[in-house]
T-cell receptor, first 113, second 117 residues
Framework: KQEVTQIPAALSVPEGENLVLNCSFTDSAIYNLQWFRQDPGKGLTSLLLIQSSQREQTSGRLNASLDKSSGRSTLYIAASQPGDSATYLCAAMGYSSASKIIFGSGTRLSIRP | GAVVSQHPSWVICKSGTSVKIECRSLDFQATTMFWYRQFPKQSLMLMATSNEGSKATYEQGVEKDKFLINHASLTLSTLTVTSAHPEDSSFYIC?????????????FGNGTRLTVT
């Protein structure tokens, strides 16, 4: 059974710092891994999708890496801004016919001005 | 592109009544949509997979008679919480993918906050 863990649960850093959010998964047989952002009381916004054959994806100040062998993914945020404050969720999608997607519990990020 | 619209954004209902939540893909067709439930400060829990033209696939522990899912068209799925009780109060979110085989990112609605009094 796939389990997805995100550490830390909460993170507060001053504006301008580069930071890394961690995501680990127990079953390396994933179809893809996706990072999302969730603002309070809102739905999820897709940030980056990494297919199982890929090692990383980049979008603007965001870079996500995937290491299936170690069961880890990281989300790197460069030059953080107060507007980056949100909860960041990673989700692993498996190969089952139901295409089950398992979410981590998220990291609540707060960027201090 | 790839916008998923969810309605209503919040609803308050009395215990024992039923509530319908709609999930629409506005600019793409989705043969499969997903319904999730999220408790405060917790992650999303997949409730069911909604398949256009066929019965939904429910996750273990989710009551199919309580959470009725209908996927009437390629752009609309509905979740009906029947005979709602206070413990059903939660944040419900739907998602859909515009691609085939889930190679495309999942896109989410903005969620529905259900409060049962």
């Amino acid at each position: 059974k796939q389990e997805v863990t995100q550490i830390p649960a909460a993170l507060s850093v001053p504006e301008g710092e580069n930071l890394v959010l961690n995501c680990s998964f127990t079953d390396s047989a994933i179809y893809n891994l996706q990072w999302f952002r969730q603002d309070p009381g809102k739905g999820l916004t897709s940030l980056l999708l990494i297919q199982s054959s890929q090692r990383e994806q980049t979008s603007g100040r965001l870079n996500a890496s995937l290491d299936k062998s170690s069961g880890r993914s990281t989300l790197y945020i460069a030059a953080s801004q107060p507007g980056d404050s949100a909860t960041y969720l990673c989700a692993a999608m498996g190969y089952s016919s139901a295409s089950k997607i398992i979410f981590g519990s998220g990291t609540r990020l707060s960027i201090r001005p | 592109g790839a916008v998923v619209s969810q309605h209503p954004s919040w609803v308050i209902c009395k215990s024992g009544t039923s509530v319908k939540i709609e999930c629409r893909s506005l600019d793409f067709q989705a043969t499969t949509m997903f319904w999730y439930r999220q408790f405060p400060k917790q992650s999303l829990m997949l409730m069911a997979t909604s398949n256009e033209g066929s019965k939904a696939t429910y996750e273990q522990g989710v009551e199919k008679d309580k959470f009725l899912i209908n996927h009437a068209s390629l752009t609309l799925s509905t979740l009906t919480v029947t005979s709602a009780h206070p413990e059903d109060s939660s944040f419900y979110i739907c998602s859909a993918s515009p691609g085939q085989g889930f190679d495309s990112p999942l896109h989410f609605g903005n969620g529905t906050r259900l409060t049962v009094t």
